[in-house]
């Protein structure tokens, strides 16, 4: 399993999950729920106490990935697989530009 914070604008948003069975599970943080209930990442997230499950990375995460030949370098250097996307993601998107960051959660790769 593989964690990570997602930050919107430096504050704690939120907790992405990659389970061990390839599920991604993305849920707002209690605080930012009660301080910021209209302030969500994505369109297709509002802010709620709802856990958001898919069978792939959600499109909006998969949006802060590089592509092109930004992703043959990130691959590269890191020795990441270009199909290993929730590890291209806690790899390159700790200082995204825009409002949204990753941070991993050290110490829970498996």
Known sequence: MRRAEIYYKD????????????????????????????????FTM????????????????????????LLDIASKNWKINRSDRMGLLLACCVNCIGAVSVKPIVGEDE
């Open 11 to 42: 504050i704690l948003a939120g907790i992405l999950t990659e389970t061990n069975d390839g599920e991604y599970i993305f849920q707002y943080d209690k605080a930012y729920i009660t301080k910021y209930p209209k302030q969500f990442i994505t």
């Open 46 to 69: 509002p802010v709620n106490d709802v856990k958001y499950i898919e069978k792939r990375l959600f499109s909006f995460f998969e949006g802060l990935i590089p592509e092109g030949w």
